[in-house]
């Protein structure tokens, strides 16, 4: 069973928009941060985007600002990602993150103590 769990990851057309969602266990407390990395089969996983759950602070890699928005839900430690004007270079399994630490770096996914198994997005070419 796992801890993290992520839906609504696709194939959607280039320019074209998903949602992704994550819902973190009961059994994970104290939750500071939850972010979303991506990995592409042979190269290093990327962090996406960040949030502080106590806050709403927000952090995002240069590659996807102004297209992708993280955001809580109303339940606890539910988080999502918008991915709009999607590219093809958006392509590659994404993966939902909580980190119990105080500081969590998105460029370090050392920082993050739970995963989830990941949802694949796919956007041709």
């Known amino acids: 069973q796992g801890q993290l769990v992520e839906s609504g990851g696709g194939s959607v057309l280039a320019g074209g928009s998903l949602k992704l969602s994550c819902q973190a266990s009961?059994?994970?407390?104290?939750?500071?941060?939850m972010g979303w990395f991506r990995q592409v089969p042979g190269k290093e996983r990327e962090g996406v985007a960040s949030i502080r759950i106590h806050g709403g602070e927000t952090v995002y890699a240069d590659s996807v600002k102004g297209r992708f928005t993280i955001s809580q839900g109303n339940a606890e430690n539910t988080v999502y990602l918008q991915m709009d004007s999607l590219k093809p270079e958006d392509t590659a399994m994404y993966h939902c993150?909580?980190?119990?630490?105080?500081?969590?770096?998105?460029?370090?996914?050392?920082?993050?103590?739970?995963w989830g198994q990941g949802t694949q997005v796919t956007v041709p070419s």
């Open positions: 993150a909580a980190s119990k630490w105080s500081s969590a770096d998105l460029n370090r996914a050392s920082d993050y103590d739970y």
């Open positions: 009961d059994y994970i407390y104290s939750i500071q941060y």
